[in-house]
């Protein structure tokens, strides 16, 4: 499966959302779910999904999909275009 | 690191397709998994649900990320669980005070996680700029609050309380220096562990939640620092699941009544070999590799039967040899008068299961199966399926973990009644013939998919063929010993015919378990049967025939017409003594026993068993 889409399905998996209904833009403003608590298992499923480690400080940057998704380049996730 | 046993303790009575949803989510633990499971089991009919679960629980750290996991978890026990957490930091608030929401809910039972780190952060953080009166001040008022809590909590409620020792993982650090301190945190944490078991062993509402045993199982790893300190979640994302199952089987005993009898497996269980074909010298157990596996499955079992488990042999063998093997090793930690019921014959072991458990007055569910052979423990699940089976194998390190993993005998507590019980019971050691096959047996075997190959003795099956005619004493007619030279010999002559059978199921291949051997002379158009042997372990699922029906095949067309027999007893051989009256051929000599002889006017048409492919490959 395409990284973009793995990504976006940990978020929609984890936010309990349609996964059309998110983009790279999405973050705790315009998602109700995603509070602290949802972080956490964000963490851990993101952690599980592409076997990286985030650092501890990446997860405070938690603040849109976006950002999430260029702490994973910077692991070395790989994503296409 | 789910449990090994995990698929067994699905319940049985849920569809295939869910419990395969079930075990998928448990394994991977991931949170779309857990959720997909979840909602096919909460669509099952109520009653496969099981009754309410209404767990509190009471933390001082983050386990919400793990609910759902736990509910899925809990859910297989089976019962419909209702999981409320309590706020973090307000353990008294939560357990004693009756206004609670937790404890206003009535719950089933409650659970308390907890660790140093919170209960007295200062003994873990700061110990070193305590003196060590303060040190042992602090325990002790941990200790004495512990105390009170539990004293209070069963003044307001009635339900199970679980209280979780202490993992000492995050507590305990690695400095040398540590070790040599009086009051290093390590130490706080046994001694408030040692209470805590203390306060179950005295009053009965009290269980342990071994939280701080899981943790020295599973290691430092299963801990995460940075999730403990972006969300005070301790425990690892990878462990998560396997902290939600050791909770299950906390939980467990409180919903399944405890299997009540281990019925065991002889050969390749109790020790390693096969009594009928290597004698008891060829029998391994003892102090010496390998013997040690088997001694410590022995007295693995031997723990459970002074624990109130009652034991079974179910054994394909002779009575007398079994008898003679206990008795010529007196060392071993079990002997034969241990076992509450025998059944040492060459029966389906499902069908004596049932025999036992019908005079034991048990139910089928009470009965853990432990057989190293798939054929039997399929063959049990088959017939009897409400038999729990342990994941034993042929790899008896395999079964002696899935016995220690086990948790079909878990009780809180052993009364004295356990303890007494397998007294109560009066062995009973009856011997039944073989009888003959049934329409169920005839489905099961079906269901196996045997394929058997028919193949000739070649240069390369040469030592296979000398070692089955050197080892089998049960299924053996004439039980000739030829060797090597004797056999080349017969080979050389192409007027003799030397067949072998190997046979595979759906579980696997069992390689070469058969031998015919027929002696021909073309000039007055006899032939006869020379050798004609199976290994026990492939007995009972009509092999023989096909090898028979083989053999007879290839004689017809050799332009043979008349083809004899014999059956030569032994100490061992009585099985087959009436082996080819059943494949059709004719006695000739009436009268003894020891010895009979047998004729068939060839071309026959010999009954083929409809459940095997046979493949011949000559």
Redesign the interface.
Known sequence: MDNQIRLLQVFADVLEMDIAKLDEQSSPDTIQNWDSLAVVSLVCELEQTFDVSFDILDIADFRNVGIVKSILVEKGVVFEK | MISENLLMEIPKEWPQSVRRLVSTALES????AI?DALRAVRALPQEQQGRPFRLGICRTF?I??QIEALTLGLATLPCRPAIMVGDMENIEQVLINPQSQILQAAPDALLVLWRLEELHPRLVFEHDGMSAEEREQAATDVVSRIESLCSVYKTVSAAPLFLSTLPEQMAGGTAVTDLYSAHAPRRTVSRINQALLDLAVHHSHIHIFDFSGWASRMGRMAFDL??D???R?PIA??S?MSFAMVLVDTFRPLFLPPAKVLALDLDGVLWGGVLGEDGIDGIKIGHAFPGNIYRRIQLHVLALKRRGVLLALLSKNDYADVERAFSAMPSMPLKLEMFSALRVDWLEKSENLKEIAEELNLGLDSFVFVDDQAFEREQMRFNLPQVRILQASEDPLQTLSALMCCRAFDVYRVSKEDLRRTDDYVAQTQRRKLETTSCDQQNFLRALQLRAIITRVTEDTISRTVQMLGKTNQFNVTTRRHLEADVKKMLADPNNLLLLLSLSDRFGDQGIVGLGIVLGDPASKLAKVDSFLFSCRAIGRGAEQALWASLLIHISSMGYVSLHAEYLRTERNHQVSNLFERFGMTKQNDGTEAYSKYVLNLPFQPSLPAWITIEDKT
């Open positions: 633990g991931r949170i779309a959720r983050t919400e990320a940075k999730m300190l972006y969300a979640q994302s990878h998560l």
